[in-house]
């Protein structure tokens, strides 16, 4: 996370996108929550009422002006040709960098205690490249681009997480030993990055192997960095290890600006509008979002309360095996700010 | 075939390929349960390895082919892969030059190995020729690498047809077909409507479709959700080793690649080069692809048997190798096993 680029005291400005599926319900909790706690921050929401058609000029120059970005998930129909919205935003931002950290919640059971990595994903290239074609009927290509600039700037900014955040290890997933030029060029990109780095631990795994090792021995990894597709997979693998997609937040950084959103996207059509979604994802990623500001207080502030929340109460969403909406989940929260704030007092 | 067999004729030749690193090892603890169980099989070895990989030369020897092509059978323990350079994978190879164009890999929760994973009983059919596998790389310029995922559909639906043929034969409910469709629009997308299509012809198996990611998360949090998987390539790759991982690791799973005429059952962890020639290497993931091919054979009875000895000894948990948290050495595991036999 770099520092902002504005001076602190300023009231932010915050393109909100809430997104499609569980995205409204879950953006109106995080409003909820910053309003309770006076972050200064203002949002200035976009409701995108086509998304098939593309990235709308006023939302281009809304981000070009705030650079700061919470969005909700916006879903991609199977039959779709174009590009998704989530695309065009990572692409067009040039937002390469894919940050989700699954960390332990105190009260929420986990697979595993101590589960603590940070996935730092390409999020640019790779299988992402949207570059198919059928050569003759029943025989269709995929591209799949890797490049050195992309993979040596992706492992830099592994590195730096890692070097910045006190962590010790980097781990590089790849498939090198069948696709030897193209992960083969990933792998060496890192390699070469981590030759920078000798006080972090560098090790590389294939993506197979990473998926074993993950779910029976989590606690081996630390930093994980990977490109597009498998960063997909693997953050999947570890937030439901975690203890559910619901829970982890994740920031799309790029040299310019930022976006932050639920860790692993989806849109959860089947419980959209229904106001059962978990919010905590969302409200984490704004939280990362207030560190990614340097509001080290808010910040705080806001997660010691959802983690209140977990620890201290059995009020849960339908996900984490509970009965409350989301807007009870929300008032719980807020609850507990209030209790805060008054033991402050 | 003719009515009565003579003992002879009933001696089904498998070719052995026991592979580098602990495959000797794995390879010696097939052939001496086979041997106390009186399979009525003989063994053909062929010692492939990388280290006999001449440049130049065929990575996979013809008499090697030329034997598992004549004899339909052959088990292979791990072979070593070079990492981002060196010759093409000789498992890959093999599986090409085969025509194996399906992986199975069976994975149920194995009672007596604790996991912190329940109720799982998944099937994986990975579609084995093509996709991310193709080998079909090259640098543009500099500092500019793509790579081809190729999807036919004449592939596709021969991957989804033998998904589906393999849930009815085995009493199996649902195949769930995995992809990224979402993102590979007509790669994936292809492979997909494949299997829709596919699955019209079956409506005695309930059909459901799963982007990788999340079924990867659901195999964590709700295993049950999956009974058969049909998947391309790579994904077959890593949802076969993740499914693994949640029932105790790829030293307990069993494999098998099939072609038109060809069976090869193969372990697919590694070759353990940490613990090879130390008699410390959990030779169950052979065992248990051996198994399936013996049911290939149409041995059921030999393999129903060796398949519970197997998993007694499991269960009893007093003969378990290192690598499930017990003590006792490759052999002496055998031993066991043979012992309950
Ligand atoms: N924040 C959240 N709160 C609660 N559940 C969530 C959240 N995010 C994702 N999920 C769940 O994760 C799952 C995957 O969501 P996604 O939108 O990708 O798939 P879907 O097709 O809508 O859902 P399903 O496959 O269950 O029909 C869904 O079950 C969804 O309910
Ligand atoms: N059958 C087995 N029995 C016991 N331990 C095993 C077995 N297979 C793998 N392991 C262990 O799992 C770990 C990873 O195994 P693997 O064989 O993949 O090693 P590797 O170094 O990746 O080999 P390769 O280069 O052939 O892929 C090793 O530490 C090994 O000891
Ligand atoms: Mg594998
Ligand atoms: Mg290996």
């Keep these: ?345 | 075939s003719s009515s009565v067999a003579s003992p002879t004729d009933a001696l089904h030749t498998v070719v052995l390929i026991p592979g580098d690193g602990i495959g000797p090892e794995i390879s010696e603890a097939v052939k001496k349960v086979f041997a106390a169980a009186r399979v009525p099989i003989q063994w053909e070895e062929h010692l492939i390895s990388t280290k006999n990989v001449v440049p130049g030369q065929d990575l996979i020897p013809s008499t090697a082919l030329d034997a598992i092509r004549r004899h339909g059978y052959g088990i292979k323990g791990p072979l070593e892969t070079p990492i981002g350079k060196g010759h093409k994978s000789l498992n890959l190879t093999l599986r090409q030059a085969l025509g194996l164009y399906a992986n199975v890999r069976p994975c149920r929760t194995v009672p007596g190995i604790r996991t912190k994973f329940d109720h799982v009983d998944v099937v994986t059919i990975r579609e084995n020729t093509e996709g991310e596998y193709v080998g079909l790389e090259h640098e543009v310029v500099p500092g500019v690498v793509e790579s081809l995922k190729v999807i036919t559909r004449s592939a596709s639906e021969r991957g989804a047809r033998f998904a589906f043929e393999f849930a009815r034969q085995n009493k199996r409910r649902r195949v769930t077909a995995v992809h990224k469709a979402s993102v590979l629009k007509l790669s994936d997308g292809m492979f997909l409507e494949c299997c829709r299509r596919t699955a019209k012809e079956y409506p005695d198996i309930e059909f459901r479709e799963a982007l990788i990611e999340l079924c990867c998360g659901y195999l964590i949090s709700q295993p049950q959700r999956y009974d058969v998987l049909v998947l391309t390539n790579l994904a077959g790759d890593i949802v076969s080793d993740l499914a693994a991982g949640l029932v105790g690791g790829l030293g307990l799973t069993a494999s098998l690649n099939k072609g038109e005429h060809t069976v090869l059952a193969e372990a697919v962890h590694g070759t353990a080069p940490d613990i090879a020639g130390k008699d410390l290497a959990n030779p169950t993931a052979l065992l248990l692809s051996a198994v399936m091919m013996l049911r290939e054979m149409n041995l059921h009875d030999h393999a129903d048997r060796i398949e519970r000895a197997i998993y007694t000894v499991i269960k009893e948990g007093k003969n378990l190798t290192g690598d499930l948290g017990g003590k006792a050495r490759c052999s002496e595991y055998t031993r066991a096993i043979i012992d309950k036999l």
Excluded: W
């Design chain 1, 1 to 345: 996370v770099y520092p902002s680029a504005t001076s602190l005291g300023d009231t932010k400005l915050i393109t909100l996108l809430p997104g499609e599926g569980i995205g409204p319900e879950c953006m109106d909790s995080l409003v909820s929550v910053f309003g309770a706690a006076n972050v200064p921050v203002e949002f200035e929401a976009y409701h995108i009422p086509e998304p098939e058609k593309g990235l709308p000029s006023a939302i281009v120059d809304a981000v070009n002006r705030n650079r700061l970005v919470m969005k909700g998930p916006f879903h991609t129909p199977y039959g779709f040709q174009g590009t998704s919205i989530n695309i065009l935003l990572r692409r067009g931002f040039d937002l390469f960098a894919n940050v989700v950290h699954v960390f332990p919640i105190p009260g929420v059971k986990a697979k595993y205690d101590n589960i603590d990595i940070v996935l730092v994903r390409e999020n640019t290239e790779g299988e992402y490249s949207g570059l198919e074609h059928s050569a003759v009927d029943g025989v269709v290509e995929s591209l799949k681009i890797v490049t050195e600039e992309h993979s040596l700037r992706i492992a830099e900014y592994a590195f730096r997480y890692a070097m910045r955040n006190n962590r010790k290890k980097v781990t590089c997933v790849h498939k090198a030993n069948i696709l030897k030029s193209a992960d083969g060029l990933f792998l060496e990109c890192a390699r070469q990055v981590a030759s920078k780095y000798p006080f972090i631990e560098f090790e590389s795994m294939i993506v197979d192997a990473t998926c074993m090792r993950m779910v029976s021995q989590p606690q081996h990894f630390d930093v994980v960095l990977l490109p597009n597709l498998y960063g997909n997979i693997v953050g999947s693998v570890a937030t439901s290890l975690g203890g559910g997609t619901g829970l982890f937040p994740g920031a799309n950084i790029g040299p310019s600006g930022a976006m932050f959103e639920q860790g692993v996207r989806h849109a959860g059509k089947g419980i959209a509008g229904k106001g059962i979604a978990n919010p905590t994802a969302t409200i984490l990623a704004g939280v990362m979002m207030l560190r990614y500001l340097k509001m080290f207080d808010f910040a705080d502030f806001i997660q010691d309360a959802v983690t209140e929340v977990y620890e201290n109460t059995d009020i849960r969403t339908p996900d984490m095996g509970g009965r409350a909406t989301t807007k009870e989940f929300t008032a719980a929260i807020i609850e507990k700010m209030e209790e805060i704030m008054a033991e402050l007092a």
